[in-house]
């Protein structure tokens, strides 16, 4: 299973406080990847890509999982275009469980006169 988020991994936020004009960016800083099985989580600051770039990928057996994602963001702050500071500490996304089912095929010989 390949995993990858195309959501964005920087937002910028402009809030007018008393007066003063105060423009925070954040930055996803780690991903983790809630695998639903034993082998999970994977932890990455990478957020992935598809097939064929992938990055990130993890191996399944058969049956019904339900994979999550979770995004650290941290964040720095500016004050009427002044020197950015860093937000102190961080804060986490949650994005949606998808379930899914894994599917395992085996190939088989076959005499092609039978």
């Known amino acids: 299973m390949i995993f990858y988020t195309d959501s964005p991994t920087?937002?910028?936020?402009?809030?007018?406080?008393?007066?003063?004009?105060?423009?925070?960016?954040?930055?996803?800083e780690q991903f983790t990847w809630h695998t639903g099985?034993?082998?999970?989580?994977?932890?990455?600051?990478?957020?992935?890509?598809?097939?064929?770039?992938?990055?990130?990928?993890?191996s399944y057996r058969s049956g019904t999982y339900t994979a999550s994602l979770t995004v650290t963001w941290g964040a720095t702050f500016t004050v009427d275009g002044g020197a950015a500071a860093d937000v102190p500490g961080t804060t986490t996304t949650e994005g949606p469980p998808v379930t899914f089912a894994v599917l395992q095929a085996r190939t088989v010989l076959t005499n092609p006169y039978d």
């Open 10 to 28: 920087t937002q910028s936020f402009t809030v007018d406080i008393r007066g003063f004009t105060v423009v925070i960016d954040a930055t996803a």
């Open 37 to 58: 099985d034993p082998g999970g989580p994977i932890t990455t600051t990478d957020p992935g890509a598809p097939y064929p770039d992938h990055s990130i990928e993890h």
